[in-house]
């Protein structure tokens, strides 16, 4: 099972980027699917995008569509988020895991979108 440390998360002001982490051990996430998924305050964990292990097939939850980028280096065995245009919706603790995810969730990574 593979075991994850996200990263990258702060305070950014509405429209502005970040790039988040997930490095990962235990196993290669390049034959694993892997994705992102966020909670917000007050709310449940939902899915944002996720990679497939075999072909590098993504998918967006429709919020991130346009906006969000997710992708791997198979070398460093670390999995991004690369995040676009943010919103103050988007403020939520943002957490990598297998996908369908496991029970194993890391401490995930806090993202703040100032209006």
């Known amino acids: 099972q593979v075991q994850v440390v996200e990263s990258g998360g702060g305070l950014v002001q509405t429209g502005g980027s970040l790039r988040l982490s997930c490095a990962a051990s235990g196993s290669s996430i390049s034959t694993i699917s892997m994705g992102w998924f966020r909670q917000a305050p007050g709310k449940e964990r939902e899915f944002v995008a996720r990679?497939?292990?075999?072909?590098?097939?993504?998918r967006y939850a429709s919020f991130a569509l346009g906006r969000f980028a997710i992708y791997r280096d198979s070398a460093k065995n670390t999995l991004y988020l690369q995040m676009n245009n943010l919103k103050p919706d988007d403020t939520a603790v943002y957490y990598c895991n297998q996908d369908p995810p496991t029970t194993d969730w890391g401490q995930g990574t806090q993202v703040t979108v100032s209006s």
């Open positions: 990679i497939s292990w075999d072909r590098d097939l993504t």
